[in-house]
């Protein structure tokens, strides 16, 4: 299976990764500022400006990862935990578990990526100082790091969703209010405001500049941006509606099991094809040994389903995901996601399995209790 994401390591428990789509702004931004050296600098070889673009545009994203890393680090601080910082095509963003519960902590972890955006640039000014003197490039790559970092500070402080000047927005509404709800959505129209500016500015640079190329990717920004903001008010809203839902209440009850011993033939043909589900946890739900899904029967030729058991396919438990009786409805839906699960069990501490969750029906669910809590 092709894979759209890819995990660097680990920082202090963070997940570090890549989207395939970084790939694509990667080559965009070294070739753009290849050329630039190049024509600015017109005695550098082609070769020279083409190391210098790709040198620069790496410690660019480490600026970004480093960026994310302070919001990320001040949230651990501050008891709101982080899964991963993804660097993608539009920079990189860090995913935390949950909101910040206090607007003094969303305010602290919102300021901390400009701030360490801001100590870069000032890091690398001075040391394109400090090079002046010395092989051109290095001053040269530091100092478009030192001005790059300064952009995205300020770029970042515009108050809107889901810029982080947004997030320290809606924290200064939250904290002088006491409404998180009036506060997110005042962050949110900002998010709507700079991204309609934007699409403007773009709109500017198509018809009266003439610059097809910037134009049409200030649009994409801007899009990228509107739409994020309208994400985040719809999850907040999601997250509000759904704050006392637990796994319990949408699991179904009795999930649907499969002794161990069972031909995969005899599995296949007795009960996923007349019931229509395809996964199945192995053992009972006092005794769970493990899951096994459809796509686990193409591990092996049909020919040896007749012969091969459920137990040799299945994935262990050990390695299995599940969730708690008191996971959260958004934890849920969130997990499915990230990790491409059709189906998840609900297990106790005790490993029973007192429920099953699947996608469509964890929509559908969440869908109603979204509709009973309206007004």
Same mark, same amino acid.
């Given at each position: 299976?092709?894979?759209?994401?890819?995990?660097?390591?680990?920082?202090?428990?963070?997940?570090?990764?890549?989207? $395939?789509?970084?790939?694509?702004?990667?080559?965009?931004?070294?070739?753009?500022?290849?050329?630039?050296?190049?024509?600015?600098?017109?005695?550098?070889?082609?070769?020279?400006?083409?190391?210098?673009?790709?040198?620069?545009?790496?410690?660019?994203?480490?600026?970004?990862?480093?960026?994310?890393?302070?919001?990320?680090?001040?949230?651990?601080?501050?008891?709101?935990?982080?899964?991963?910082?993804?660097?993608?095509?539009?920079?990189?963003?860090?995913?935390?578990?949950?909101?910040?519960?206090?607007?003094?902590?969303?305010?602290?972890?919102?300021?901390?990526?400009?701030?360490?955006?801001?100590?870069?640039?000032?890091?690398?000014?001075?040391?394109?100082?400090?090079?002046?003197?010395?092989?051109?490039?290095?001053?040269?790559?530091?100092?478009? +790091?030192? +001005?790059?970092?300064?952009?995205?500070?300020?770029?970042?402080?515009?108050?809107?969703?889901?810029?982080?000047?947004?997030?320290?927005?809606?924290?200064?509404?939250?904290?002088?209010?006491?409404?998180?709800?009036?506060?997110?959505?005042?962050?949110?129209?900002?998010?709507?405001?700079?991204?309609?500016?934007?699409?403007?500015?773009?709109?500017?640079?198509?018809?009266? $500049?003439?610059?097809?190329?910037?134009?049409?990717?200030?649009?994409?920004?801007?899009?990228?941006?509107?739409?994020?903001?309208?994400?985040?008010?719809?999850?907040?809203?999601?997250?509000?509606?759904?704050?006392?839902?637990?796994?319990?209440?949408?699991?179904?009850?009795?999930?649907?099991?499969? *002794?161990?011993?069972?031909?995969?033939?005899?599995?296949?043909?007795?009960?996923?094809?007349?019931?229509?589900?395809?996964?199945?946890?192995?053992?009972?739900?006092?005794?769970?040994?493990?899951?096994?899904?459809?796509?686990?029967?193409?591990?092996?030729?049909?020919?040896?389903?007749?012969?091969?058991?459920?137990?040799?396919?299945?994935?262990?438990?050990?390695?299995?995901? *599940?969730?708690?009786?008191?996971?959260?409805?958004?934890?849920?839906?969130?997990?499915?996601?990230?990790?491409?699960?059709?189906? $998840?069990?609900?297990?106790?501490?005790?490993?029973?399995?007192?429920?099953?969750?699947? *996608?469509?029906?964890?929509?559908?669910?969440?869908?109603?209790?979204?509709?009973?809590?309206?007004?």
């Amino acid at each position: 299976m092709f894979k759209t994401v890819l995990i660097l390591g680990h920082i202090r428990g963070i997940r570090i990764q890549l989207h $395939i789509s970084w790939v694509f702004i990667l080559v965009l931004l070294v070739a753009s500022m290849s050329t630039g050296f190049h024509h600015q600098y017109p005695e550098w070889s082609l070769a020279m400006a083409a190391a210098t673009a790709l040198v620069t545009a790496l410690l660019f994203f480490a600026s970004i990862l480093a960026h994310e890393l302070g919001h990320s680090i001040v949230a651990l601080r501050r008891g709101v935990p982080v899964e991963s910082i993804t660097l993608f095509i539009f920079g990189g963003v860090a995913q935390m578990e949950r909101d910040p519960e206090r607007a003094e902590d969303e305010f602290w972890i919102a300021i901390a990526g400009p701030a360490v955006s801001v100590a870069l640039a000032l890091a690398f000014a001075a040391l394109a100082r400090a090079t002046a003197d010395g092989y051109e490039p290095i001053p040269v790559a530091l100092g478009w +790091l030192a +001005l790059i970092n300064l952009v995205v500070a300020i770029f970042n402080l515009i108050p809107g969703f889901p810029l982080d000047g947004g997030r320290v927005f809606r924290a200064v509404i939250w904290k002088l209010t006491g409404d998180a709800r009036r506060a997110i959505q005042a962050a949110v129209w900002g998010g709507r405001v700079v991204a309609f500016l934007l699409f403007g500015f773009a709109f500017w640079n198509l018809v009266v $500049i003439g610059n097809l190329i910037g134009g049409l990717w200030m649009m994409l920004i801007a899009w990228f941006l509107l739409t994020m903001a309208e994400g985040q008010g719809r999850m907040f809203d999601m997250r509000e509606r759904l704050a006392d839902v637990r796994a319990r209440d949408l699991a179904s009850p009795d999930p649907p099991c499969v *002794r161990p011993e069972t031909t995969i033939d005899d599995w296949i043909h007795h009960d996923v094809l007349p019931g229509g589900r395809r996964a199945f946890l192995v053992g009972t739900p006092e005794w769970v040994q493990g899951l096994v899904s459809l796509s686990d029967s193409r591990k092996l030729p049909r020919e040896q389903w007749a012969a091969r058991r459920v137990d040799e396919i299945m994935t262990p438990v050990e390695s299995l995901s *599940r969730v708690a009786p008191d996971t959260k409805a958004e934890a849920i839906l969130r997990m499915m996601s990230e990790r491409n699960l059709n189906q $998840i069990p609900v297990m106790e501490a005790s490993g029973r399995a007192i429920g099953w969750i699947e *996608r469509q029906q964890l929509l559908r669910t969440i869908e109603i209790h979204m509709d009973l809590q309206r007004p």
